[in-house]
């Protein structure tokens, strides 16, 4: 079974300093991950992907992941955060080592951004 | 490429009647999933459809069912609602036949039981 951590439900940053949301995760097979941003009232979108094909994942809007195995962790960073940011983003991971598989979520960060 | 859509956005019923939800699948792909998203909580699978068949299946009592469609849409439905299915319903589709490809996500139907 999978399982995924993302640890602080509430992120507060300043304009233009660093976003760090930190995800763990638990799979019995080598994962597939993700990371969703949702904006109030909208569905998900898919910031980034990690497939396997490389640990260094970088997604849209400046955002990037890193895959650490040995830490079963796969935290998402912005060098410099955006008032534009400010949403709440899940972590998750697929079942059964597909891309397509049932996905277990996060129970989400709500990221703040300050002027 | 037309992306994932869903119908009614919003939907109001009361407990004890019956809904149903439809799904566009994006363009190319052949699986849809529906997650239930109440609110302060991430989305819970609720099932899979792959090939018109259910593919997989949360913790969610028989009476949400669903359908797909030979053209990839699908429908979700929920008899005897209840309060607590009030929540941000979600349909996502993905591509079985491409490794890595991920899942995409429509709007939603927030749907109130009252």
């Known amino acids: 079974a999978q399982s995924v951590t993302q640890l602080g439900s509430h992120v507060s940053v300043s304009e233009g300093a660093l976003v760090l949301l930190r995800c763990n995760y638990s799979s019995s097979v080598p994962p597939y991950l993700f990371w969703y941003v949702q904006y109030p009232n909208q569905g998900l979108q898919l910031l980034l992907k990690?497939?396997?094909?490389?640990?260094l994942v970088k997604g849209i809007n400046g955002f990037e992941a890193e895959f650490k195995k040995s830490e079963t962790s796969f935290h998402l960073t912005k060098p410099s955060a955006h008032m534009s940011d400010a949403a709440e983003y899940f972590c998750a991971v697929a079942a059964g080592g597909t891309s397509y598989g049932k996905l277990t979520f996060g129970q989400g960060t709500i990221l703040t951004v300050h002027p | 490429e037309t992306g994932v859509t869903q119908s009614p956005t919003h939907l109001i019923k009361t407990r004890g009647q019956q809904v149903t939800l439809r799904c566009s699948s994006q363009?190319?792909?052949?699986?849809v999933s529906w997650y239930q998203q109440a609110l302060g909580q991430g989305p819970q699978f609720i099932f899979q459809y792959y090939r018109e068949e259910e593919n997989g299946r949360g913790n969610f009592p028989p009476r949400f069912s669903g359908l797909q469609f030979p053209n990839y849409s699908s429908e979700l439905n929920v008899n005897a609602l209840e309060l607590d299915d009030s929540a941000l319903y979600l349909c996502?589709?993905?591509?079985?036949?491409?490794?890595?490809?991920?899942?995409?996500f429509g709007p939603g139907t927030r749907l109130t039981v009252l």
């Open positions: 996502a589709s993905s591509n079985a036949m491409t490794s890595g490809g991920g899942q995409f």
């Open positions: 363009s190319g792909h052949n699986t």
């Open positions: 990690y497939t396997s094909a490389a640990t």
